[in-house]
């Protein structure tokens, strides 16, 4: 599976926190998956998501 293929297979999960009523949420995922979600839910480009530093088990806190 591609990053693209990734990236394309998350965003309906992505949508659903933006179209209900969740206050918070906690998701643990591996690390392709993470910076898949960062990319949807932060709007970043290609370019800005692969350069993203992402921590090993630390939490990332995400307003939506």
């Known amino acids: 599976e591609s ?3 990734l990236c ?4 309906p999960f992505c949508e659903e926190p933006r179209s209900s009523e969740y206050k918070k ?3 643990v995922a ?5 910076r898949c979600l ?5 709007g970043l480009s290609e370019e800005e998501t692969l350069r993203l530093m992402i921590p090993n088990c630390e939490p990332i ?4």
């Open 8 to 11: 394309d297979r998350i965003r």
């Open 3 to 5: 990053y693209t293929d």
């Open 25 to 27: 949420a906690v998701i």
């Open 38 to 42: 960062m990319k949807e839910l932060r």
């Open 61 to 64: 806190p995400l307003e939506i």
């Open 30 to 34: 591996h690390f392709c998956v993470i």
